[in-house]
């Protein structure tokens, strides 16, 4: 019985630095690398957070009855804020690890 590989994370950035028209790397462009991939998932973080609070206002004032939509959306917006906060928490971790390097 063959295994298949596992593919690859999706919003993944590349290992290595991409080359664009005129030699440019992601890095080089305004929003690319870490800090562009952060606002990204900070946007849809938001996006997800958003769509909860519309979805709850939408059955507590009778427009929708899909109570199971409402059920779910709170939960993914609560695993991603959760998600996003041990992120900051590794970020600052690794942040607080270099600054007490000697050098």
């Known amino acids: 019985m063959a295994i298949p590989p596992i593919g690859a994370i999706g919003g993944a950035a590349p290992a290595a630095p991409t080359t664009g028209v ?3 790397t992601g890095a080089d462009k305004p929003g690319g690398g870490f ?3 952060l606002s990204e998932a900070m946007q849809k973080l938001d996006a997800t957070q958003v769509q ?3 979805d709850s206002v939408d059955v507590a004032t009778g427009k929708s009855n899909d109570i199971s939509k409402v059920a779910m959306d709170i939960e993914e917006a609560s695993l991603s804020l959760s998600l996003a906060v041990q992120v900051r ?3 600052t971790d ?3 690890e270099l600054f007490r390097m000697q050098i």
């Open 22 to 24: 005129g030699g440019t």
């Open 35 to 37: 800090g562009g991939l």
């Open 52 to 54: 909860a609070a519309n």
């Open 89 to 91: 928490n590794k970020i």
């Open 94 to 96: 690794a942040y607080n």
